[in-house]
């Protein structure tokens, strides 16, 4: 039985990194004046990052990582770590808040961020039902086994090459996590997807850590509390980083919630310190995850805005330009030196291609203007050149010509040069993802279009006030306590009076933002479309922040303060607005309009605080202060309480504390007897009679997603909506069949077998498996996609051959999956093989959504439907035999008499009979198809789909006959249909078959 401690391997993260890297933050950070937390913190934050970074570099160096490099890695970094810690005493400047009170932020946010974890953690395992982890930590399982990654090799999209060394940051940190669990580096794949596993819930916790720290850096730290607060328990932002979701996307939001917040205070304080933290917030960010980009486009909204604000007041942009300096070193440049050096490539690529000339420019934008203020005696730079022109920039419209003249420069060079295009492409392809730019992208469901709402996603912070109660269910007290009734009506009514005047800032939030992208649409070409939102909490708080940005901003120019409202609406706007449009980023709009909620509350707090101070009356303002304090503290508290409680939090804290089959099946053995009885599930009757044994008979065994989400309910029979939604989270496993069909890839298929199959399950070959594939979930070759799609829907057997043969393949396995419903009906992803099948073939295109083409519907299956008001027909005016008329469920055509018929085994069976088409003596023929009931519409229709099989089943003048020559649909001439429906596919042989049948696996024959 598969063994894992969660708890240990948490320890472990403390012992390995947590703890040197607070040591060494506790020393670099001295003499800083900020709260205790908040220095271990940022501790946290670099103990993730310095262990793999020596074992990168290492490997970079040609040392192959091994048990000994990971524990010497760790081993260095305490020693420097300690000898830091010896060398500045910082012993002497720790100390603890005397009064409670004070430390009561600190404890706010610590447990928040245990909070964030423990909920996430709840799902630990090997066996997460995803697919993008599986293609990152295969290169964690290649550092374990073979010391590293090649350089390139052909696991998939052969005969091209591809390549697993991707995320290097992220992946020597869970081979070091692993090293230290393990105590070696015998690699197993269950124990690696499942320490790998445990790295999400972690990111998770000091992303909110961050982002605290990113508003608290302007803010006082009960609006940094909220928005932490809220992100945390954003719905989307727990299940994305759960547990066993060890793809890049929890990394990158670590490293980008850790740039953020040193940045911010680097910027703020003028500390070069913070800016080298940063630096390498920003390193690891790029060479961990795929989302640096959210950080160049960041920067360079902000570096020239910055410096233009700071050009105006006449203050020196020095400062600035050493912060934005190291950043850009540590950064982009040396970030993008190490990867080329990974990748074997040139030592300058990408330095002047990509993204990095863009950060590049806006920089120097920056360096000019310092220059000017140079020569104009305004700034500390002092020049070396001494046949420079000097003068005097002592008023603001003196300003103004030399700020004309490089705006005008920049746009010059933007729109006008080789370098401008790298700029505009950047914000035209960024913009582009929230199109669909080939058909692929129509089939993928995170690529859709987000909608209107976003409440399922985001949770409170998105309520949807077009969905509240109405008063007449408000005032259904039935089957109610009458306190609670009387107590959610008071809400309600509260809730529409919210909602009334929510209807107005909506409508303005609304006109800005299609404002924005009309704006944007004419820089870049682009041709997005704004489709307004609905009347939602999320609207009020865009409301909000278009606000306190502007309030900012007025400040920042009327006190010259060193505010940093270009800096959060540099992040939050752009990030926002992505999200806004496309499904897949609705976890970064749910992120960042989590800090917009504190910077919001921020700003309105001081609005008030200054209106307040203005009062002359001690006692007014001591007493309005108070109540100032006390609204914004119950508002905080209120949007995080009301995130936890009416998302996923609550139910996954709550059920955290109740052990799954998996992890204890002797726990659970009473309920497993409980669910036997009432049930009469096999496994849970075998499980019931003896757990650990059944546990023991293999990994699907142990892992049945069936006994799991039962081992939670506290009543099998009737479990709550709460636990319901909490097993849906912590029994997201694998598949049995998957589990049972990936351990016989691994144990039993050759070991050179490349096999082929629907693009989804390249990852699972790869890493469960440890074989070769022909298509995997990185999308390399999507004209690779299109032909499988053509050899499954579209092509012959022979078609089909012959592109497997073109690809190194002679294995191919077909799921239910890709043609099956949950429900047993024609459906699941075949929608998406037709659809792609067709635009391969020039029958649709991504101008096109899926269903809409002449040749999806050809290939689709035969589905009939029959009204609840049945009209009756004649099947045989001799013998009497009668009917009732099914229609064609898509045309809407009468098409069939459905009526009885007998087999050539005797049974009776309901069958269709041609409506159009007699014998010589009126009868209406037989039309040899099953026919399987899938269910029934709201008004009573009831719903069929067709079978064709080329079994000697029919009694056709007496004659055993098949149907097979009544097919209507190319669809039953499918190889998939073939293959997994009938089990038989022309030139192949079937090799293997789940104990289900959900997965069949043929080989070419011969």
């Known amino acids: 039985m598969f063994e894992f401690d969660p708890i240990l391997m948490t320890l472990w993260f403390f012992l390995g990194f947590f703890i040197p890297g607070a040591v060494l933050s506790l020393a670099l950070l001295k003499k800083k004046e900020m709260p205790l937390f908040d220095k271990v913190g940022i501790g946290f934050g670099l ?14 160096a040609g040392i192959s990582f091994s048990y000994g490099l990971a524990v010497g890695c760790v081993a260095l970094f305490y020693l420097l770590s300690v000898a830091l810690f010896v060398k500045e005493k910082a012993w002497e400047t720790i100390s603890f808040p005397s009064d409670y009170r004070k430390a009561l932020p600190t404890i706010a946010i610590i447990l928040i961020m245990l909070l964030a974890f423990w909920v996430r953690m709840a799902s630990y395992g090997p066996l997460l039902m995803e697919l993008d982890p599986y293609f990152y930590i295969q290169h964690t399982a290649l550092i374990l086994s073979e010391g590293g990654a090649p350089l390139q090799e052909d696991c998939a999209w052969y005969p091209h090459l591809s390549s697993h060394r991707v995320a290097p940051m992220k992946a020597y940190l869970e081979a070091v996590s692993y090293a230290l669990y393990n105590q070696n580096t015998d690699f197993d794949r269950y124990m690696l997807s499942a320490v790998a596993g445990m790295l999400p819930p ?37 299940m994305k980083l759960m547990a066993g979701e060890s793809e890049v996307q929890p990394y990158a939001f670590f490293g980008l919630a850790f740039f953020l917040g040193a940045y911010a205070l680097a910027v703020k304080r003028k500390d070069l310190l913070f800016a080298v933290i940063a630096g390498l917030a920003f390193f690891t960010t790029f060479l961990g995850s795929s989302s640096e980009v959210v950080l160049i486009a960041t920067l360079f909204i902000f570096i020239p805005l910055q410096a233009i604000f700071l050009f ?40 002047f291609s990509g993204y990095t000339p863009i950060i590049l420019l806006a920089y120097a934008f920056s360096l000019v203007l310092l220059l000017l203020q140079a020569m104009g005696g305004v700034s500390s730079l002092r020049l070396p050149f001494k046949n420079l022109p000097s003068f005097k920039i002592d008023d603001f419209k003196k300003s103004l010509p030399y700020l004309g003249g490089i705006v005008l420069a920049a746009i010059l060079l933007i729109f006008f040069t080789p370098l401008g295009d790298s700029v505009l492409s950047m914000g035209k392809g960024k913009l582009e993802i929230t199109q669909f730019n080939r058909p692929l992208e129509r089939t993928i469901a995170e690529q859709g279009v987000a909608g209107a ?81 609905n009347n ?10 278009f606000v306190a940005m502007f309030h900012s901003i007025y400040l920042k120019f009327k006190t010259k303060e060193q505010r940093l409202a270009l800096l959060f609406a540099a992040f939050i706007f752009p990030v926002s607005l992505i999200g806004l449009f496309k499904t897949k980023y609705v976890i970064y709009l749910g992120f960042a309009i989590s800090a917009g909620l504190g910077v919001s509350l921020g700003e309105i707090s001081q609005f008030l605080g200054h209106q307040v101070e203005k009062l002359k009356d001690e006692e007014k303002r001591k007493k309005y202060s108070r109540y100032l304090v006390t609204g914004f503290v119950l508002i905080s508290a209120m949007f995080v309480y009301f995130e936890w409680s009416t998302g996923v939090g609550e139910s996954l804290f709550f059920s955290s504390f109740t052990p799954r089959f998996q992890d204890n099946p002797e726990a659970v053995q009473p309920k497993m007897e409980e669910l036997c009885m009432v049930s009469g599930y096999p496994d849970a009757c075998e499980a019931a009679e003896d757990p650990v044994g059944f546990a023991s008979k293999g990994m699907p065994s142990q892992y049945d997603q069936m006994l799991c989400i039962y081992s939670l309910f506290s009543d099998p029979a009737n479990p709550t909506s709460s636990e319901q939604l909490a097993a849906s989270l912590r029994c997201n496993t694998m598949a049995s069949y998957w589990i049972e069909f990936t351990e016989w890839q691994f144990e039993e298929s050759p070991k050179d077998a490349r096999f082929t199959s629907w693009w989804d399950y390249g990852h699972w070959t790869n890493y469960f498996g440890q074989r070769d594939t022909v298509l995997r979930n990185d999308h390399a070759h999507q004209d690779m996609i299109l032909d499988v799609a053509h050899g499954f829907i579209y092509g ?12 190194g393949s002679a294995y191919v396995f077909f799921d239910r999956e890709i043609i099956f419903n949950s429900d047993g009906s024609f459906g699941g992803k075949f929608h998406a093989l037709n659809y792609l099948s067709c635009a391969r073939n020039n029958e649709t295109s991504v101008a096109d959504s899926p269903g809409q083409s002449t040749c999806e519907m050809e290939h689709r299956w035969e589905q009939v439907a029959v009204p609840s ?46 409506l159009n088409e007699t014998h010589g003596n009126g009868d209406l023929k037989l039309h040899k198809a ?28 007496g004659e055993v006959v098949s149907g097979w020559e009544d097919r209507t649909k190319e669809f039953y001439d499918s190889n998939l249909y073939n293959a997994f429906v009938l089990g038989k596919l022309e030139g192949f042989e079937q090799a293997y078959t789940t104990s289900d049948g959900s997965v069949k696996l043929y080989k070419i024959s011969g």
């Open 536 to 545: 939602s909490m999320l609207m009020v708080v865009f409301f909000a922040m």
């Open 453 to 533: 709402s976003f409440q399922s996603g985001l949770g409170f912070i998105a309520m949807d006030f077009d969905k509240l109660p109405t008063f007449e269910e408000m005032l259904d007290f039935s089957n109610k306590n009458i306190i609670f009734a009387l107590f959610d009506l008071l809400v309600g009514i509260f809730q529409h009076l919210f909602a009334f005047v929510a209807v107005f800032l909506t409508a303005i939030s609304n006109l800005v933002l299609s404002g924005i992208v009309a704006i944007l649409n004419t820089i870049f070409g682009t041709e997005l479309i704004y489709k307004d939102k």
């Open 930 to 957: 099953f026919l399987n009931k899938i269910g029934s519409t709201s008004d009573g229709t009831q719903i069929y789909d067709v079978y064709y099989t080329k079994d000697q089943t029919w009694l056709e003048n």
């Open 47 to 60: 103990g993730l990052l310095f262990p793999a970074l020596f074992a990168f570099l290492l490997f970079i």
């Open 796 to 807: 012959t057997p022979e078609e089909l051959k012959q592109i497997m043969q073109a690809h």
């Open 312 to 351: 105006f007041m006449k203050e020196d942009l020095l400062p600035n330009a050493k912060i934005n300096g190291i950043i850009i070193l540590l950064g982009p440049v040396l970030s993008t030196i190490l990867a080329n050096l990974f990748r074997e490539t040139s030592l300058v690529s990408g330095l």
């Open 202 to 238: 972690v990111f998770a916790a000091l992303a909110v850590f961050f982002l605290y720290l990113f508003v608290s850096s302007e803010y006082k730290r009960i609006f940094a509390i909220a928005a932490a607060g809220v992100a945390a328990f954003l719905p989307m932002f727990v």
């Open 869 to 914: 008001s049945q009209q009756p027909c004649t099947i045989s005016s001799l013998s009497g035999k009668s009917g009732v008329v099914a229609f064609d469920a898509v045309s809407g055509q009468q098409k069939y008499c459905m009526g009885e018929t007998t087999l050539a085994t005797g049974e009776t069976i309901i069958a269709p009979y041609k």
